[in-house]
T-cell receptor, first 115, second 112 residues
Framework: NAGVMQNPRHLVRRRGQEARLRCSPM?????VYWYRQLPEEGLKFMVY????????ESGMPKERFSAEFPKEGPSILRIQQVVRGDSAAYFC?????????????FGPGTRLTVL | QKEVEQDPGPLSVPEGAIVSLNCTYS??????FMWYRQYSRKGPELLMY????GNKEDGRFTAQVDKSSKYISLFIRDSQPSDSATYLC????????????FGGGTRVLVKP
């Protein structure tokens, strides 16, 4: 059973370009979470999605960032007009969404570097 | 003040020693407490989770939660060089479908 998959693993963008980060949850998981980890810091929650729905986007910056989890295909975190401060590791996690406790399984992350 | 505080370390111990890690938090609504291990340039891996107060043991790992003091701990017995990693505490107010709030992580180095 494949784990959470993220691609690309490394992404380099110049200031002003767009970054698209993809996340395929574990098989059978319908809940996806995105977190950002700045150098030497812990993970910060960004957004929580279920298929075709954004459940909680309280951690998303108000501008330039968007996320989706379509009925078919991976979840996408999109960053428009990237700036140097967007350089970070972006982790996706998935959970089954049922039961009394939902462990979040993390992917390997996408490391975004903005030049 | 951060919601979850964790000493960044590094914490260096000799092989075989007990590693003691802890976090403090300010939000009394947190009920689920987790410890993740993160190797360099990898994703976090869940080690332990605990609901409310009490102790939980799994092999060489023991997690403790003291909600009255808003303090959680992780102990690693008989530490091995392979335990060298960053340990992150995380918590949330309810089990399913909610965001995790993480501490900043403690870097641990177990020397052979």
């Amino acid at each position: 059973n494949a784990g959470v998959m993220q691609n690309p693993r490394h992404l380099v963008r110049r200031r002003g370009q767009e970054a698209r980060l993809r996340c395929s949850p574990m098989k059978g998981h319908s809940h996806v979470y995105w977190y950002r980890q700045l150098p030497e810091e812990g993970l910060k929650f960004m957004v929580y999605l279920q298929k075709e729905n954004i459940i909680d986007e309280s951690g998303m910056p108000k501008e330039r960032f968007s996320a989706e989890f379509p009925k078919e295909g991976p979840s996408i975190l999109r960053i428009q007009q990237v700036v140097r401060g967007d350089s970070a590791a972006y982790f996706c996690a998935s959970s089954p969404g049922t039961g009394s406790y939902n462990e979040q399984f993390f992917g390997p992350g996408t490391r975004l570097t903005v030049l | 003040q951060k919601e979850v505080e964790q000493d960044p370390g590094p914490l260096s111990v000799p092989e075989g020693a007990i590693v003691s890690l802890n976090c403090t938090y300010s939000n009394s609504a947190f009920q689920y407490f987790m410890w993740y291990r993160q190797y360099s340039r990898k994703g976090p891996e869940l080690l332990m989770y605990t609901y409310s107060s009490g102790n939980k043991e799994d092999g060489r790992f023991t997690a403790q939660v003291d909600k009255s003091s808003k303090y959680i701990s992780l102990f690693i017995r008989d530490s091995q060089p392979s335990d060298s990693a960053t340990y992150l505490c995380a918590m949330n107010p309810r089990a399913a479908g909610n965001k995790l709030t993480f501490g900043g992580g403690t870097r641990v180095l177990v020397k052979p």
